[in-house]
């Protein structure tokens, strides 16, 4: 289900990266401006946060919240 995602994704002229970490998201005001990753900044308008189990570790520094739903397979 991940990849086929970020393949739509992908199609709509996103990217992705695989095997770099998000350190911080990166903002100026009420904006994204980019990440910060393990292999340098990435300036973006725009970020998605698949990050699993642990969606708020990004977005909590900047007061915001993800909210999360449990589904079980």
């Given at each position: 289900m ?7 994704a992908q199609?709509?002229?996103a990217v992705?990266?695989e ?13 994204v ?8 900044r ?28 449990w589904v079980?397979?």
């Open positions: 991940t990849r086929a995602i970020a393949a739509a199609r709509s002229g992705v990266e095997g770099v970490t998000v350190l911080s998201v990166e903002t100026s005001g009420d904006r401006t980019g990440v910060r990753t393990t292999d340098g990435r300036p973006a308008r725009t970020v998605v946060c698949a990050a699993g189990i642990w969606p708020d570790r990004l977005p909590r520094p900047h007061g915001a919240t993800l909210p999360t739903r079980r397979h």
